[in-house]
């Protein structure tokens, strides 16, 4: 039961971990690479 917890805790440490470097990466929103161009069927219906 002791084991358990403790890989219960380990689990919910590690996902908290990921949650926050993914928060906190310092990249923010990403555009696509400028070599790639804009193909307007794959848009999003409300894509501006």
């Known amino acids: 039961m ?3 917890m403790i890989l219960l805790v ?3 440490a590690m996902a908290v971990a990921t ?3 993914i928060a906190h ?3 923010g929103p990403q555009r696509p690479p400028t070599s ?3 193909d307007t ?3 999003a219906p409300l894509a501006g």
Do not use: C, K
Request: charged share 35%.
């Open 2 to 4: 002791t084991f358990l």
């Open 10 to 12: 380990i689990a919910a």
């Open 19 to 21: 949650i926050r470097s």
């Open 25 to 27: 990466d310092g990249r």
């Open 36 to 38: 790639h161009w804009d």
């Open 41 to 43: 069927r794959f848009r």
